[in-house]
């Protein structure tokens, strides 16, 4: 079991900058694939960014690509979202995901054996 914690979401201007944070538990978090998905009302979850459990494979949407950078603390069993130059489009609920079968980057929801609870980035216009 996989247990995780999302923070750092809340509300900001168009152009702005909010950096996510997702805390692991339960299991050796160097093992685990990472990855982050959003879901914005009446609309299907997404994939947004994956990191590798070594952090060699690294993945991104094209819609956030050159925007969002994942990255991953495994000493502090931590894996961030850092957002630049948000747009209204990226409203959205964000989820953390992990994957501990060691497989390759998983952009797929199915990819992912656990999922955080979600928190809440809203971009105004």
């Known amino acids: 079991q996989v247990q995780m914690v999302e923070s750092g979401g809340g509300l900001v201007q168009t152009g702005g900058s909010l950096r996510l944070s997702c805390s692991a538990s339960?299991?050796?978090?160097?093992?685990?694939?990472m990855g982050w998905f959003r879901q914005a009302p009446g609309k299907e979850r997404e994939f947004v960014a994956a990191?590798?459990?070594?952090?060699?494979?690294?993945a991104y949407a094209d819609s956030v690509k050159g925007r969002f950078t994942i990255s991953r603390d495994n000493a502090k069993n931590t894996v961030y979202l850092q957002m630049n130059s948000l747009r209204p489009e990226d409203t959205a609920v964000y989820y953390c995901?992990?994957?501990?079968?060691?497989?390759?980057?998983?952009?797929?929801?199915?990819?992912?054996?656990?999922w955080g609870q979600g928190t809440q980035v809203t971009v105004s216009s």
């Open positions: 339960g299991r050796t978090f160097s093992s685990v694939n």
């Open positions: 995901a992990a994957d501990a079968r060691r497989r390759p980057i998983g952009v797929k929801g199915e990819d992912y054996e656990y």
């Open positions: 990191s590798t459990w070594s952090g060699g494979n690294i």
